[in-house]
């Protein structure tokens, strides 16, 4: 029990944590997804908790795959009725990804779909606030992948704006809170294992040694991302 925590078992369990992550490598193309411990395994199936399957649409199938990457396709409370890139040879992968038969060209035009109910963003980063508004403005639940917003301040406001407006639900989908160690200090922080935390700072650089293809080339010569959901996490 977490509570029963001690100074050894907490070095111990730090410790096993990092050799997993150690163990698991970094095969994700982005630095925030990689695969540990927990998201690789094999034996662990959602359950679901309800009779209710929310019919959600996803845009986006780019350099990370993103559109895939987050299982709506095998979430038992989840029917992915719609999906969409703006080339054809990706949408049609993240198609038979999502196990998908509906399409579209765009996002404008899938967020037209009545049948659909909420959509998850996973497209260029630069479009993500345009994206998420024009979704909340028809009437649905949305997602994105991170960042929220990019480089712009104004561009948070508008989205806050838009989902105040809207009464609608928004979700930024973090990865690296829910890493094996990160979610394992957050375990400990609340067992009281730290004792009492009275000042901590933290940052995040997120380097790419070689820039990576990208939509229009945005991941090259980046601006500020207002991005502190890693560091954060």
Request: aromatic fraction near 12%; charged fraction near 25%; hydrophobic fraction near 35%.
């Amino acid at each position: 029990m977490l509570h029963s925590l001690t100074r050894r078992s907490f070095v111990k369990g730090v410790a096993v944590t990092t050799g997993l992550l150690a163990a698991s490598g970094n095969a994700a193309p982005i630095q925030g997804f990689e695969d540990t411990a927990s998201n690789t395994a094999k034996d662990k199936v959602w359950q679901p908790v309800s009779g209710r399957k929310v019919r959600v649409g996803i845009v986006g199938y780019g350099l990370c795959k993103f559109g895939a990457a987050f299982g709506f396709q095998d979430h038992p409370n989840v029917e992915v009725v719609a999906v969409s890139d703006l080339f054809p040879d990706r949408c049609a992968e993240l198609a038979k990804a999502c196990r998908c038969e509906k399409t579209y060209p765009s996002l404008e035009e899938l967020v037209k779909d009545p049948n659909v109910e909420a959509v998850f963003v996973a497209t260029d980063a630069p479009s993500h606030c345009r994206h998420c508004i024009d979704v909340l403005a028809h009437g649905k639940h949305v997602a994105s992948a991170v960042p929220a917003v990019f480089g712009s301040l104004e561009d948070a406001d508008r989205l806050y704006e838009a989902v105040k407006k809207s009464g609608l639900n928004y979700m930024m989908f973090e990865t690296s809170v829910f890493h094996d160690d990160c979610y394992a200090m957050r375990k400990i922080y609340n067992a009281d294992g730290f004792g009492k935390l009275v000042y901590s700072e933290g940052e995040y650089y997120h380097y790419i040694d070689t820039p990576l293809d990208s939509y229009k080339e945005w991941r090259r010569g980046c601006p500020p991302l207002w991005y502190p959901t890693h560091s954060t996490a």
